[in-house]
């Protein structure tokens, strides 16, 4: 048996308190072990550095960058380097048509019609932007052959869905002013002739097609129409219908992916957003059924 331990020993039981201190070895915890022997493998490092893939923008998204495009435009600022920063990203745009329930589809741009008898249903949409449009042909695309898409019904709304209804106010009784003469009938005031709506901002979403893409991605001049069987014809259509469009934003001349032309100082400029659409489909509002869908591929 050694004996160096037992001299380690009696020199302890004779030192101070602090040499006793010292003495006493002392073992890490194992937190503290774990803590100083670990190192993150290549593997964790590359899943922190992963980014969490982005949401496309919706209606809101696209609405609000188009506002900013407006102002820019009608203030004469150059917002080029706002705008590389939306191209390329990806968007599912909704138009909400239809609230006031089944008409006829015939001629309109956009519609529904029930035939509750059979329980067949028809939906219509119909591009109504294209290259030949006012708007279009005052932006000088000169590069651009084609132009298809929509222009957007109500685009102060920044969901889909359909406006609220305002109550019909109360008719007042007419203001009277004294006649003239004592006892005389008082005449009516003469209403005031109704004031002009201010002019609405216009908004379009389109593809861009030059001569060197390919035209099999062009729909042309065709409606996007189907005509479904349904079970419970009571149940569709409460809410209208959704027109969406799935894809990719896509800067056209200028390296903007929003064109806006200010025809006024003291109207809203008309824009449009350039876009590269993927997938297009059409469904129910409420129950979100899909009624029919296209794909560019």
């Not at 065709?222 to 419970?232: N, S, T």
Request: negative net charge; charged residues 20%; glycine residues 8%.
């Amino acid at each position: 048996m050694s004996w160096f331990p037992n001299i380690a020993r009696a020199a302890c039981l004779v030192a101070t308190s602090a040499s006793v201190t010292a003495c006493q070895q002392r073992q890490p915890s194992p937190k503290q072990a774990n803590a100083g022997n670990s190192v993150a493998s290549p593997v964790e490092n590359a899943a922190e550095q992963v980014l969490t893939p982005q949401p496309p923008m919706d209606r809101a998204a696209v609405l609000e960058a188009v506002a900013r495009a407006r102002s820019a435009a009608a203030a004469g600022v150059d917002d080029s380097g706002a705008q590389k920063q939306l191209d390329g990203k990806a968007f599912e745009f909704r138009i909400r048509f239809g609230c006031a329930g089944p008409d006829a589809t015939n001629g309109a741009t956009l519609g529904w019609s029930l035939d509750a008898g059979i329980g067949v249903l028809r939906v219509h949409a119909a591009p109504d932007i294209s290259k030949d449009d006012p708007i279009i042909a005052k932006m000088d695309l000169q590069t651009v052959e084609a132009v298809e898409g929509m222009w957007i019904d109500r685009p102060w709304l920044l969901q889909a869905t359909c406006p609220a209804t305002s109550p019909t106010p109360p008719t007042a009784p007419p203001a009277t002013v004294d006649g003239g003469s004592k006892g005389a009938a008082p005449a009516p005031i003469a209403a005031a002739p109704p004031q002009p709506l201010p002019a609405a901002p216009k908004v379009g979403i389109a593809q861009f097609f030059t001569a060197s893409d390919p035209r099999t991605a062009r729909h042309g001049d065709r409606p996007y129409e189907a005509v479904k069987k349904v079970d419970d014809a009571g149940a569709v259509g409460q809410q209208g219908f959704d027109l969406v469009f799935s894809g990719r934003l896509e800067a056209i001349g200028g390296g903007r992916v929003i064109r806006c032309l200010a025809a006024s100082p003291d109207a809203p400029p008309a824009c449009v957003v350039s876009a590269s659409f993927d997938h297009v489909w059409i469904e129910d509002a409420v129950s979100k059924d899909r009624i029919a869908d296209w794909s560019s591929s």
